[in-house]
């Protein structure tokens, strides 16, 4: 079973910026879609960003054009860009599969305040 370990949130002033990393414990490469997921306070988890295998990227209208997803299939790894930040971006982020198959990790958590 792949562990997921996300990092790189923390705390920001709207128009900030953050790069968010997620390693996996063993290969992604045969996993066709990897994403990122949020949760804020008192909603629920959804998803925000994909990147398929090849390389292609599906984002939701919120992040579209701010945020950039990419994975390093070398290096188990899924990053996810967050530039010009806005306060309701605050959340705990997760990654997981395309659908999502893989137990959550503990997430990480980014705060949009001045």
């Known amino acids: 079973q792949v562990q997921l370990v996300e990092s790189g949130g923390g705390l920001v002033q709207p128009g900030g910026s953050l790069r968010l990393s997620c390693a996996a414990s063993r290969s992604i490469s045969n996993i066709n879609v990897m994403g990122w997921y949020r949760q804020a306070p008192g909603k629920q988890r959804e998803f925000i960003a994909a990147?398929?295998?090849?390389?292609?990227?599906n984002y939701v209208d919120s992040v579209k054009g701010r945020f950039t997803i990419s994975r390093d299939n070398a290096k188990n790894t899924v990053y996810l860009q967050m530039n010009s930040l806005k306060p309701e971006d605050t959340a705990v982020y997760y990654c997981?599969?395309?659908?999502?198959?893989?137990?959550w990790g503990q997430g990480t958590q980014v705060t949009v305040s001045s």
């Open positions: 997981n599969s395309v659908p999502y198959k893989i137990s």
């Open positions: 990147v398929v295998r090849g390389g292609i990227t």
